[in-house]
Nanobody, 123 residues
Framework: WAQLVESGGGSVQTGGSLRLSCAAS????????MGWFRQAPGKEREGVAA??????RYADSVKGRFTISTDNAKNTLFLQMNSLKPEDTAIYYC??????????????????WGQGTQVTVSS
């Protein structure tokens, strides 16, 4: 049984930074892909970034601004978000699953999800 718990959300102004964390338990081994997704009101959940075995993948909308990383010793996933924009406002979720690379930024094949953390960017 896997559990993911996000933290680090909050409210910032345009151009600010936030660092999200996701503490994972019950997930071991490098076969799992870990990802960050977000969902804004009235919109579908979209992939932001994913990582497995040191390989990363980003949505075009966040490339150069967001960085995904892991601390394997602490079983924690991070998302460093810089140069935030109002359009980044959403609930951010971490997820884990055994997902093919081509689908890393699609939510459908992820098995485990956190409860989400709100990120609000004001102009």
């Amino acid at each position: 049984w896997a559990q993911l718990v996000e933290s680090g959300g909050g409210s910032v102004q345009t151009g600010g930074s936030l660092r999200l964390s996701c503490a994972a338990s019950g997930i071991t081994g490098s076969t799992y892909c870990m990802g960050w997704f977000r969902q804004a009101p009235g919109k579908e959940r979209e992939g932001v970034a994913a990582i497995r075995g040191g390989i990363t993948r980003y949505a075009d909308s966040v490339k150069g601004r967001f960085t995904i990383s892991t601390d394997n010793a602490k079983n924690t996933l991070f998302l460093q978000m810089n140069s935030l924009k109002p359009e980044d406002t959403a609930i951010y979720y971490c997820a884990a699953g055994q997902v093919f690379y081509s689908k890393w930024l699609l939510p459908g094949d992820y098995n485990y999800w956190g409860q989400g953390t709100q990120v609000t960017v004001s102009s």
